[in-house]
C-alpha cells in the first residue's frame, strides 16, 4: 500500500493542490490592488475624409479618415508584481444609419514595463486603416477614446478607458 508509486500519487497531487490555491489567491489580490490612473490628455487634430483604395481591397475607393493626435498619459500605476504587460489602443466609435455602433483601433502600443509606461506623443498618426465600411462619412460624429488591456501573469484580463473626447464632427470629403 505504500510504496513508491502511491507516494508519488500523493506527493504530486498535494502539489498540484497547492499550486492550483496559490495561483486562485494570486489572480484574486490583481482585482483588490486599486488602478487608479491620473487623467490623461488625447487631442485630435487635422480630421481629413479621403476617398482611396485599400491595399488589399480592388473593389473601388472607398472614404478613409486620416488624423493627427497628441496624446499624454502615465500608464505607471497598472504597472504591479503581476503585470505582465498592457496594451494600449485609440479608438474611434461612431455610428451611422446602416451600423449604429461602430468602433475602429487606429492607433496601439504594448507595453511591457513600467520604464515605458509613461506616453508623450506629439502630432501622432494612426497606425491602422480607418475606412467606412458602408457608403460614407456623411454627418458622422466620432468619439475618440484611449483604452487599455492589462494582461496578469495570472488571472483574468483587466481593461478600462484612460480619457474620451467630446464628438468631433467629420468634414466633407476632400476631392482632388
Known amino acids: 500500500m505504500h510504496n ?4 508519488a500519487n500523493n506527493a504530486s497531487a498535494t ?3 497547492v499550486l492550483l490555491t496559490l495561483l486562485a489567491l494570486i489572480s484574486l489580490t490583481s482585482f483588490i490592488i486599486p488602478t487608479n490612473i491620473d487623467p490623461a490628455s488625447l487631442k485630435v487634430s487635422n ?5 482611396a483604395r485599400s491595399a488589399y481591397d480592388r473593389r473601388g475607393a472607398k472614404e478613409h479618415v486620416f488624423s ?3 496624446l499624454t498619459a502615465d500608464l505607471s500605476p497598472l504597472f504591479h508584481w503581476n503585470t505582465k504587460q498592457v496594451i494600449v489602443y485609440l479608438v474611434a466609435d461612431y455610428a451611422t444609419p446602416k451600423h ?3 468602433s475602429v483601433v487606429v492607433w496601439d502600443r504594448i507595453i511591457r514595463t513600467s520604464k515605458y509606461s509613461k506616453i508623450n506623443i506629439a502630432r501622432g498618426k494612426q497606425k491602422y486603416e480607418f475606412k467606412e465600411i458602408g457608403d460614407s462619412f456623411r454627418n458622422v460624429t466620432i468619439e475618440w477614446s484611449l483604452q487599455y488591456n492589462l494582461q496578469p501573469h495570472v488571472g483574468a484580463l483587466q481593461w478600462g478607458e484612460i480619457v474620451r473626447t467630446e464628438g468631433m464632427k467629420l468634414p466633407p470629403v476632400a476631392r482632388k
Open 15 to 17: 502539489a498540484t493542490t
Open 47 to 51: 480630421l481629413n475624409v479621403k476617398l
Open 100 to 102: 449604429p455602433r461602430n
Open 4 to 7: 513508491l508509486i502511491s507516494r
Open 68 to 70: 493627427n493626435f497628441d
